[in-house]
């Protein structure tokens, strides 16, 4: 009688159990198990967006300009850019805007360094990017 009540038992934990859907092995990472569970719905993978956070200084991408100098003001440096389409030229200075979410950090004789914010989940990201200035003349 034991034996089979013991039995009936383990026959009624194993399939409560199986039938549960939260049911974790406890020979398993249940960190592991939670996280693939959330990305198998999609809920744990984070997207990167561009944030809107300036107003830019120039009209047109800065990828379309073309670094023609730097001009030398007492301490500070001013990018002189070119649109090669409209033949206008744009100057930048420390601080002004390149795009919705890229600014001017930095401006040396020799690169322009940019800071980038890019958004992560709830994140903000900064990041640096160097533009080499090419020198010389033709």
Known sequence: MKKASLAL???????????????????????????????????????????????????????????????KEGNNFTVVLLDPETGETYFLKEGDAVSENEKVAKITSSEIILTEYLKRGKRLIVRKIALEIEKGGS
């Open 9 to 71: 038992a383990i026959t009624i934990i194993a399939t409560s159990t199986a039938l549960c859907s939260d049911y974790i092995d406890p020979f398993r990472n249940p960190i592991y198990e939670i996280e693939k569970k959330l990305q198998s719905k999609g809920e744990g993978k984070e997207t990167i967006t561009v944030p809107k956070l300036f107003k830019p200084k120039i009209p047109v991408p800065l990828e379309k300009l073309s670094i023609q100098g730097v001009i």
